[in-house]
């Protein structure tokens, strides 16, 4: 049973940062439409090409940057977690964000 395990355990860890960027995209859904409204309403009386340039802004290069920076970093933190409670803390992730996501009203 204890090769089971490592063996998940190995498998989880190739891929822990599409696992995190799995996760934060999951937020970022959730949280994305109040960014949306929140940068729409600053930017409502301003120019067309302003309004274009904080739109390209946001969704190129803040929500690219969150997703890639913060998958990093949180990555590197799953890492740290010893093998034997890397599945339980995913799984754990994953039903936060589904929290969230029900909280919201996404779900």
């Known amino acids: 049973m204890q090769d089971f395990w490592n063996n998940i355990n190995n498998w989880l860890q190739e891929y822990i940062l599409t696992i995190t960027i799995a996760q934060i995209t999951g937020l970022l859904v959730i949280y ?20 274009l340039g904080g739109f390209i802004g946001i969704n190129a290069f803040l929500i690219g ?12 933190l799953y890492l740290r977690i010893p093998q034997n409670y890397l599945l339980l803390v995913l799984l754990t992730g994953f039903v936060t964000v589904g929290i969230i996501a029900e909280r919201h009203k996404h779900i």
């Open 32 to 51: 994305g439409d109040l960014l949306s409204r929140k940068v729409s309403k600053a930017l409502r009386k301003q120019s067309f090409f302003l309004r």
């Open 65 to 76: 940057f969150l997703t890639i920076f913060i998958a990093k970093i949180i990555s590197l």
